[in-house]
């Protein structure tokens, strides 16, 4: 896909390796949103890289959240060509702790962003870029990325929420 002049949304954009995907894009000509809940680094992020770059306050696990933020990217830009997925959060509690067993509120925090938000993206995502023109001839309308992690498999003491959420 030739990025340059494409339409990005890129969650967890704000920091790690969703700011670096935002800053490589912008390099490369694309028009990059970042949704994040960090709004101070977000748009710090997005006034560093200047008017081809901005910020929206994006809950991925709030379907009205995602729908919202969706919106403001199409009347900006018109399109969505790319959508990746880097937002999440982890925690770090044991299954069974001096406190007791882990709370099952705090594992479904997790599932939500990590699991749910990630799928809450990508079909509305999937339903903008369904409108788009073919950009191949493959008939192509965008490509989404959702990034896992070896913690699925190489889970660590106190990571049975964010392991599971990322298989």
């Not at 479904?108 to 749910?116: F, P």
């Not at 809450?120 to 950009?135: G, S, W």
């Not at 699925?152 to 298989?167: F, L």
């Amino acid at each position: 896909m030739e990025i340059a002049g494409k339409v990005a949304i890129i969650t967890g954009g704000a920091s790690g390796l969703g700011e670096a995907t935002v800053r490589r894009l912008a390099g490369m000509g694309a028009r990059v949103a970042i949704f994040d809940m960090n709004e101070a680094r977000g748009n710090a992020v997005a006034a560093e890289l200047g008017a081809n770059v901005s910020y929206q306050n994006v809950n991925v696990s709030s379907e009205e959240s995602v729908q919202a933020a969706i919106a403001a990217v199409m009347a900006r830009h018109g399109a969505l060509h790319i959508c990746c997925n880097y937002a999440g959060i982890a925690n770090a509690i044991k299954t069974l702790g001096k406190q007791g067993a882990f709370p099952l509120a705090e594992f479904n925090k997790v599932i939500q962003v990590n699991l749910v938000g990630t799928f809450n993206v990508l079909r509305l995502a999937a339903e903008q870029m369904a409108k788009n023109e073919p950009i191949n001839r493959d008939g192509g309308r965008g490509v989404i990325i959702n990034t896992a992690s070896v913690a699925a498999y190489e889970g660590q003491i106190g990571q049975a929420a964010y392991s599971a959420s990322k298989g």
